[in-house]
């Protein structure tokens, strides 16, 4: 019988509830039905289906479907917190030693792929980080997507990208951390064209997509080519292993000279990262991810995707510092090369930004400014910085987008407000001031002209 208290076997059930979530909201909760796109109940928030029919989630299906979306992410929450209880009663030097379980998954001839858990010193921040934010946002949402047709859907697909999330954390090998890395890449998709019968919400999803899978193929090549050297993808067998180390500081590089082996498979995870967090030259899928819903640009820049290329570089850094010692200003290349794409972009898109009038564009390029700066503080070995930094940034990035949303909410609800009840269900009127005319006893004007006007409504984001 399974030990649930094991803490080597907890880690484990870190992402099942969120994933269950999804599961239990697409296959049973998620039931609507047609409603013209003026029904009351619809609320007309959505100007984009006018004259459509459209599929509304029913009543009980949308508190069906809030209920198991917040149970999954409770759920995930207090394993996690009782993870991190046991950290901190942990007697012994916790790193040294970690929790860990690992089970083999396929054979691969004389060696095998495993997959398993561990739990150590850095993903313990990240425990009490992820499953606090991913409650926030989930609760935010609650409100935020009160009116929208498909609010189902959308619990259902931010429960998958909570738990990718959280399986990337809890990840022993850098196969296991590739599969959460890119299921996330597929709910970022389908979240940010989210209203996808909007012609930039869809443009942007595909522009999404498409410019962080060019960075993740040259990533899943360094993955390849560092299990064709080691034999495994653990972590603690190849970053703890001075044996595994030097032997890929000494190992040429397969197709560049100049190079070592370390250095050209940390090269490619580094693009990786650049795509995932949105790094100069691969940065302009970000700002245009914000069509997606607010919840959405909440978690792709505080809880997941944009943190997880940063915690990836932090959890291979022993790897980047393979025949180099950053703290004493000697850098390997792939330490140099996230130093100046990391500088740069920090000043880069800091200065896009000031030219922004979008409220969530000017969050984008901060967004992206601050990760350049965690980058560039990983490049020259500043490590628990950027970690730091890393934490720090989540929670208030998504407290600056949720705030944002709530403005634009407010401004729309009160634009709606206006236009309702200052003459009723006709359209505002403006009033048109008339030529003047002379007579004898002065100039007066001839009357004034009332003359309706369109109104014009866009959905939030």
Not at 117 to 137: K, S
Not at 173 to 192: A, D, K, T
Request: hydrophobic letters at 50%; one cysteine or more; aromatic letters at 10%.
């Amino acid at each position: 019988m399974i030990d649930l208290t094991n803490p080597n076997i907890l880690p484990w059930l870190v992402p099942v509830g969120p994933l269950l979530a999804f599961l239990i909201i697409t296959l049973f909760t998620n039931r609507s039905k047609p409603v013209p796109a003026t029904d009351h109940e619809y609320g007309g928030h959505h100007p984009d289906y006018d004259g459509m029919t459209v599929q509304v989630v029913r009543p009980s299906s949308r508190v069906f479907s809030i209920t198991v979306g917040l149970a999954g992410i409770i759920a995930a929450w207090a394993i996690s917190w009782t993870i991190v209880g046991q950290v901190l009663a942990f007697e012994g030097t916790f790193g040294e030693q970690v929790f860990a379980n690992t089970v083999d998954w396929l054979a691969t001839g004389t060696t095998s792929l495993t997959m398993g858990v561990m739990i150590d010193p850095l993903n313990t921040l990240f425990l009490i980080m992820v499953p606090l934010a991913v409650f926030c946002i989930f609760v935010y949402s609650i409100g935020y997507m009160a009116h929208d047709p498909r609010q189902s859907r959308f619990f259902a697909l931010i429960s998958l990208f909570a738990g990718a999330m959280l399986t990337l954390v809890v990840a022993d090998n850098l196969l296991l951390l590739f599969v959460g890395w890119e299921v996330m890449g597929l709910c970022s998709y389908l979240l940010i064209g989210f209203w996808f019968e909007k012609h930039s919400a869809y443009k942007a999803a595909i522009k999404a997509f498409t410019t962080t899978r060019i960075a993740d193929v040259i990533m899943l090549l360094g993955i390849v080519y560092l299990y064709s050297l080691t034999g495994t993808l653990n972590f603690r067998d190849i970053l703890y292993n001075a044996e595994v180390l030097e032997r890929l500081g000494n190992t040429p590089a397969l197709v560049f000279t100049g190079i070592n082996a370390a250095g050209l498979i940390s090269i490619f995870l580094i693009i990786g990262t650049v795509g995932k967090s949105a790094q100069f030259p691969l940065h302009v899928w970000l700002p245009d991810a914000m069509e997606g819903p607010t919840p959405v640009s909440a978690m792709i820049h505080a809880a997941a995707m944009v943190s997880a290329g940063v915690y990836a570089v932090i959890r291979v850094f022993p790897l980047m510092e393979v025949g180099g010692h950053p703290h004493d200003g000697d850098l390997t290349s792939p330490l140099m090369l996230m130093t100046i794409i990391g500088g740069f972009t920090a000043l880069f898109a800091a200065t896009i930004a000031v030219a922004q009038n979008d409220v969530k564009k000017v969050l984008a390029y901060s967004t992206i400014s601050q990760l350049g700066f965690m980058l560039a503080a990983l490049g020259i070995g500043a490590y628990v910085a950027a970690a730091f930094h890393l934490i720090t940034h989540a929670f208030f990035k998504a407290l600056l987008f949720m705030a944002s949303g709530s403005v634009i909410h407010a401004m729309e609800h009160g634009e709606h407000h206006v236009h309702a009840h200052a003459h009723g269900d006709e359209p505002p009127r403006r009033t048109v001031m008339t030529p003047t005319v002379m007579t004898p006893t002065g100039t007066t004007p001839t009357g004034m002209v009332t003359t309706p006007t369109a109104t014009s409504s866009t959905r939030k984001t």
